[in-house]
């Protein structure tokens, strides 16, 4: 049910849910100070508890408010990727809630890149969100899909499909180094050219075992039907129930049923990967193969494409 920014806000304030559009995915909001609505969060997603939410802000005395111990690459950081798909992990301040971050010490924060979620915010204060997609389905980047998960009667602010299409990337500059947790549309380089310090990636063993970041343990934005890795060198894959998609430049587009090629846009499959695999499940295909990623340094884009891939394909 789409609501108007005012609805929206009167839910929010009253300790309910709604749905939230961003430049990324669409949110799942509650106040982030109020603990029975955050719940709410975890109850209507079936999130683990332990995997720590977002909070939302739209300026930076919000930031002030739930975070502390801030640094000159903090500064620099927001002054160049804020609002916009950045999230940064810095020490929380004790107003917010360990429902909110998994009862670690630290909270992730971003200024969404928004209009009508930034005009929200300044009503309500900052909200914390998760995306809104049951536990373990793909990310929503429409209103349509939140109605697929949610039903017709959940209150949405619809403001268009999401422009990128991919969750932010997560920095953790709560300790001696650099972190990226969740790889992005910002990525290292971007970040080490700017800083000019030495910027690292989380390390696959803290991956698996989530001490970093919790989130990196789950296995997210799954469809229904199997995601795999194109095989050239296996034959007699059925057409009929298979959905391709082919990202490299020189396989030209096909008008073949199913068959979806990018010719090396990859921000465009970037905002349609998680519509792609939505939609593979609702035409009843069994497999999604993926031409496979031969090298990463060609655009920005791809560890963040490889990660949501890949956590798409583990079981
Ligand atoms: P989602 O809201 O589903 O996009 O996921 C949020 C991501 O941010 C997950 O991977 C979390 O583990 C990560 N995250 C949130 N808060 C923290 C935190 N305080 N420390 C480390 N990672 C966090
Ligand atoms: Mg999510």
């Known amino acids: 049910m789409k609501v108007t920014l005012e609805k929206a806000s009167e839910l929010i304030k009253q300790g309910e849910t709604v749905a939230i559009p961003t430049e990324t995915v669409y949110g799942l909001a509650a106040d982030a100070f109020n603990i029975n609505a955050v719940k709410k969060i975890f109850e209507q997603k079936g999130r683990p508890a332990d995997n720590p939410l977002i909070v939302h802000i739209c300026d930076l005395n919000q930031l002030q408010d739930v975070a502390k111990d801030f640094s000159d690459d903090l500064q620099k950081l927001t002054d160049r990727f804020w609002p916009g798909p950045l999230s940064v992990v810095l020490k929380k301040r004790k107003s917010v809630p360990d429902i909110v971050t998994g009862g670690l010490d630290t909270v992730a924060v971003r200024m969404p890149d928004h209009p009508l979620t930034l005009e929200l915010i300044k009503k309500t204060g900052p909200l914390t969100a998760p995306s809104a997609n049951k536990s373990g389905r793909p990310s929503p980047t429409n209103p349509r899909h939140v109605i697929e998960d949610f039903g017709d009667d959940f209150p949405i602010l619809d403001g268009g499909a999401s422009k990128l299409g991919l969750e932010s990337t997560v920095l953790d500059l709560s300790g001696d180094s650099i972190t990226i947790l969740r790889p992005g549309f910002v990525d290292s380089k971007m970040i080490q050219d700017l800083l000019k310090k030495e910027v690292k990636l989380i390390a696959e063993s803290d991956k ?61 499959l970037a905002r349609d990967l998680y519509d792609h695999f939505r939609t593979a499940d609702y035409i009843s295909c069994s497999t999604i193969y993926i031409e496979p990623f031969t090298d990463e340094k060609i655009h920005p884009l791809i560890p963040a494409l490889k990660d949501r891939i890949k956590r798409a394909i583990s079981s």
Do not use: C, E, M
């Open 208 to 268: 698996k075992s989530g001490k970093k970041s919790p989130g990196t343990r789950f296995t997210h934005y799954k469809p229904k039907a199997s995601v795999k890795w194109l095989d050239y060198s296996v034959k007699n894959i059925s057409d009929s129930d298979s959905y391709f998609i082919f990202h490299s430049k020189t396989i030209k587009s096909s008008n073949r049923k199913n068959v979806h090629t990018y010719q090396g846009d990859y921000s465009s």
